[in-house]
């Protein structure tokens, strides 16, 4: 098996979603007691939400990428970045180690894909959103079209998380407000619904809607075991 190297905090809500569902896959495709064996490297969330909101992400990509340089130092074989925001980065951080990264956008449209989906909705902090290096890369690498909420309703989206989900702060209003925002996505054309940010499926999970959801940090957390078991000889 495979050492992962797991850069977390990001937040660590999410993270520890990460930790047991990478474990959990581990000993359900082994058996027990077999875990999987991976180093955290865990950030101040605080430190990384100033920097997003001021836009350095020149200084967010040398953080990272030095962080990456220590898993690798420390016996990773490979690395994934626990949150879909700071994917903003993912390519500056790939070129500058010499072990894999396993990109949680391909690891999403890998997903799509198979359920033969052609047009998602996208939700996510305004950055993964609005920026070029998500639905960019969905439709230039994998050829899925991507659809994206109005202003007002990214402006909700991406308050809910940073106000209450990153916090641990399930509220009901909020689950309401984000599955009208899904229905009106549908409307548009959307035949699934990226949960583009790993903090949103604390909120929103299959139960509370009929359009299928793809909950990425389940998605990446479960390509990094297929990583690390690949050529296992366990």
């Known amino acids: 098996m495979k050492t992962i190297g797991l850069i977390g905090g990001l937040s660590w809500e999410s993270t520890q979603e990460y930790y ?3 474990n959990q ?12 064996k991976c180093i ?7 430190e990384f939400d100033k ?4 836009e350095e992400w020149d200084v967010i990509a040398e953080k990272l990428t030095d962080i990456a340089k220590t898993l690798e130092k420390a016996g990773a074989e490979g690395i994934l970045i626990c949150t879909n925001t700071m994917h903003t980065v993912a390519d500056s951080v790939s070129e500058n180690i010499n072990i894999p990264l396993v990109h949680i956008v391909d690891a999403v449209a890998e ?14 902090t305004k950055f993964t959103m609005e920026q070029e290096f998500y639905s960019g890369r969905l439709k230039e690498k994998h050829e899925i079209d991507v659809i994206i909420p109005s202003d007002e309703e990214r402006d909700v989206v991406h308050n809910v998380i940073y106000k209450e989900l990153v916090s641990g702060i399930i509220k009901e209003e909020s689950r309401q407000k984000y599955l009208k925002i899904i229905d009106n996505l549908v409307e548009n054309g959307a035949e ?4 583009g940010c790993t903090e949103i499926p604390l909120l929103i999970k299959q139960e509370h809607c009929s359009t299928v959801i793809f909950d990425t940090s389940k998605i990446h957390a479960e390509s990094a075991v297929e990583f690390v078991l690949k050529d296992s000889k366990l």
């Open 20 to 22: 047991r569902i990478i």
């Open 51 to 54: 920097l997003s909101h001021d």
């Open 40 to 46: 955290l490297y865990s950030v101040d969330f605080a």
């Open 111 to 124: 997903d799509i894909k198979q359920k033969n989906i052609k047009k998602v909705g996208l939700l996510g």
């Open 192 to 195: 699934g619904i990226i949960l």
């Open 25 to 36: 896959s581990i000993r359900d495709k082994l058996g027990a007691p077999h875990s999987a």
